[in-house]
């Protein structure tokens, strides 16, 4: 009797910590599991995975890649914080260019450079749909996936995703800038 119940004791032991273990697999926060991972590959998931390659910048924390995707109408765990932050990143990344390529640039020609990155309808939108972010971004049935804001929104929270997961909002800025001169290559997602 007293081995039986330290046999199943040792069982519910191995259960417990297999369980445990499997749940730390899957988390997509915290796993520092390699992207071959025992995650179930959905459509979504091969998207995030060819943005990353697209942009050359892998996530250590895929998570972030998850949320900058998603739209507040999509869920509430959605993009809208990265998108303040990747606006920032954005504004000065462009800031650094301009006055690198021209230090006696013009606080006029300045702002209007960084207000035209800035932009909803212009460039923040354009180079979102160059990145293909509109077939990508996880919207409600309503919402349209392709709308200016949706693509600038999940454009900006890019940056700000990177920005939080690299710790740093210079590599962010690089990762931007390499996105604007032209170093990636349009993928089709």
Same mark, same amino acid.
Request: aromatic share 6%; proline share 1%.
């Given at each position: 009797?007293? $081995?039986?119940?330290?046999? #199943?004791?040792?069982? *519910?032991? /191995? ?5 445990? &273990?499997? %749940?730390? +697999?899957? $988390?997509?926060?915290?796993? #520092?599991?390699?992207? *071959?991972? /025992? ?5 979504? &998931?091969? %998207?995030? +995975? ?140």
């Amino acid at each position: 009797m007293g $081995s039986h119940f330290r046999v #199943s004791a040792t069982l *519910l032991f /191995l259960l417990i910590t297999l369980l445990s &273990s499997s %749940a730390q +697999a899957f $988390s997509e926060e915290e796993s #520092s599991l390699p992207e *071959l991972s /025992l995650r179930v590959s959905t459509s979504f &998931s091969i %998207a995030l +995975a060819n943005l990353q390659n697209q942009i050359n910048y892998t996530f250590k924390r895929f998570g972030l890649l998850r949320r900058a995707m998603t739209h507040s109408s999509y869920s509430e765990e959605n993009n809208k914080a990265l998108s303040v932050l990747g606006e920032s990143v954005i504004q000065t990344s462009v800031a650094l260019q301009s006055i690198r390529k021209d230090v006696d640039i013009s606080a006029k020609d300045l702002n209007l450079a960084i207000a035209e990155a800035a932009k909803v309808e212009g460039s923040c939108n354009a180079d979102g749909i160059r990145l293909g972010l509109q077939n990508v971004v996880r919207v409600a049935s309503k919402t349209n996936a392709t709308a200016p804001a949706v693509v600038c929104g999940a454009f900006r929270a890019l940056f700000g995703a990177i920005a939080i997961d690299s710790g740093s909002s210079d590599v962010a800025g690089e990762v931007y800038g390499k996105t604007r001169s032209g170093v990636w290559s349009v993928v089709t997602l």
